[in-house]
């Protein structure tokens, strides 16, 4: 893979994770970005959370669509083609399954934690009917 400096650098991707390269197209105007575009990775910190703020058809199957990183604060805006944006958009939804993966196991965890809690109340006798 090509670095931001043109140098080539050997990138290890885990199963089931976007490797850097995966969203590899051409801006199709001037941008803070580079020719190559991923839009999920942000051109300044190399943050994989870059996500849109706007987009908006800009013309057959171009899209102006406006970037942020939340890691640096990095805005940029561009119009790129219907498959950069495409690939883009699986990028969101996987990170968007990422998150409710995690909101799900911290959800299981917590109430995990709940029940037993309760559970050891109940064996201390420390919750009564008159409880309820």
């Known amino acids: 893979m090509e670095s931001r400096e043109g140098h080539t650098r050997d990138t ?5 994770q976007i490797g850097p390269g995966a969203f590899a197209g051409t801006a199709t105007t001037q941008s803070p970005r580079r ?3 991923a839009l999920h990775v942000c051109p300044d910190c ?24 939340p890691s640096c604060e990095w805005a940029g805006r561009g119009i790129y083609t219907q498959d950069v944006v495409d690939r883009f ?4 939804d ?4 990422a998150i409710l993966a995690d909101l799900q196991a911290l959800s299981r965890a ?13 064996e201390a006798g420390l919750i ?5």
């Open 128 to 132: 009564l009917p008159e409880d309820f």
């Open 89 to 92: 958009e699986e990028a969101l």
């Open 110 to 122: 917590n109430m995990e934690e709940e029940v037993e809690r309760f559970s050891r109340a109940l």
């Open 46 to 69: 190399a943050g994989e959370l870059v996500h849109p703020t706007e987009w908006c058809p800009a013309s057959d199957r171009k899209w102006a669509v406006e970037l942020r990183c």
């Open 35 to 37: 020719t190559e575009v």
């Open 94 to 97: 996987l990170g968007t399954d």
């Open 12 to 16: 290890h991707t885990a199963p089931g």
